[in-house]
T-cell receptor, first 118, second 114 residues
Framework: DTAVSQTPKYLVTQMGNDKSIKCEQN?????MYWYKQDSKKFLKIMFS???????INETVPNRFSPKSPDKAHLNLHINSLELGDSAVYFC?????????????????FGAGSRLTVL | AQSVTQPEDQVNVAEGNPLTVKCTYS??????LFWYVQYPNRGLQFLLK??????LVKGSYGFEAEFNKSQTSFHLKKPSALVSDSALYFC????????????FGSGTQLTVLP
C-alpha cells in the first residue's frame, strides 16, 4: 500500500487554466504538507495543515488554494496557471509537530506531481 | 532564522570508495538535522536524523552522519559506496526553538561510478 499517494503524476496544461492535485495518506498522520521543487531541484514548503487546519502558508500566491476535507487528504488547487508554476509538487505527511523533541518528526513524501504549464 | 548549505552540487566517487556529502547549517537555538535521498522521479526518502545525544548517527542503507557543533556541520558518510547510492541528497534543518518547518538545502547529486 502506498503511504502517501498523489494524483495525477503528470499534468500538462495551458497558461490561464485551473488545475488540482490530490493527495492522500494512509499513515494516520495528523499533519500534511505541500512542497514545490523547481527546475534546479530546490525544495520549498508551500503549506502545512494539521488535522484540517492551515498552520503554515509560506508567501504563496493567492492563486494556490489548499483544501483539506479530512486529515488524510490535502488537495492543491491552482487558478490561472502561469509559466512559473511549472515544477514538481510534493505532498508529505508527518505526525503532529510540537515545540519539544516531538517536533522533529520525519516526513513521508509522495512520489510527486510534475506540472508543466505551456 | 534557520538555513542550510550544501556546498557541492555534484559529488562523484568510485564504487567501493568512501563517500562524503557535506552539509553546514545555521540556527539560533539547537538544531534538528536530517538527511533525505531522492531517486529519479521519486519523492524524498528519510535516511537519518540528529536530535540529541550521540554525535554519530546511523541510518538506512549503511549511511551515517556526524553532528559537529563547533563546525556547524552534519556531513553524510558511507564507508563503501554502491552504484545504487547514486541519487540526489538533501540536508535539512529545523531550529528546535522555532515553530518553522524544515528548511532544505539545495541538494547534492551523488554519482557512484562503477
Amino acid at each position: 500500500d502506498t503511504a502517501v499517494s498523489q494524483t495525477p503524476k503528470y499534468l500538462v496544461t495551458q497558461m490561464g487554466n485551473d488545475k488540482s492535485i490530490k493527495c492522500e495518506q494512509n499513515l494516520g498522520h495528523d499533519t500534511m504538507y505541500w512542497y514545490k521543487q523547481d527546475s534546479k531541484k530546490f525544495l520549498k514548503i508551500m503549506f502545512s495543515y494539521n488535522n484540517k487546519e492551515l498552520i503554515i502558508n509560506e508567501t504563496v500566491p493567492n492563486r494556490f488554494s489548499p483544501k483539506s476535507p479530512d486529515k488524510a487528504h490535502l488537495n492543491l488547487h491552482i487558478n490561472s496557471l502561469e509559466l512559473g508554476d511549472s515544477a514538481v509538487y510534493f505532498c508529505a505527511s508527518s505526525i503532529r509537530p510540537g515545540p519539544s523533541i516531538s517536533g522533529a518528526n520525519v516526513l513521508t513524501f509522495g512520489a510527486g506531481s510534475r506540472l508543466t504549464v505551456l | 532564522a534557520q538555513s542550510v548549505t550544501q556546498p557541492e552540487d555534484q559529488v562523484n566517487v568510485a564504487e567501493g570508495n568512501p563517500l562524503t556529502v557535506k552539509c553546514t547549517y545555521s540556527v539560533s537555538g539547537n538544531p534538528y538535522l536530517f538527511w533525505y535521498v531522492q531517486y529519479p522521479n521519486r519523492g524524498l526518502q528519510f535516511l537519518l536524523k540528529y536530535i540529541t545525544g550521540d554525535n554519530l548517527v546511523k541510518g538506512s542503507y549503511g549511511f551515517e552522519a556526524e553532528f559537529n557543533k563547533s563546525q556547524t556541520s552534519f556531513h553524510l558518510k558511507k564507508p563503501s559506496a554502491l552504484v545504487s547510492d547514486s541519487a540526489l541528497y538533501f540536508c535539512a534543518v529545523k531550529d528546535s526553538g522555532s515553530a518553522r518547518q524544515l528548511t532544505f538545502g539545495s541538494g547534492t547529486q551523488l554519482t557512484v561510478l562503477p
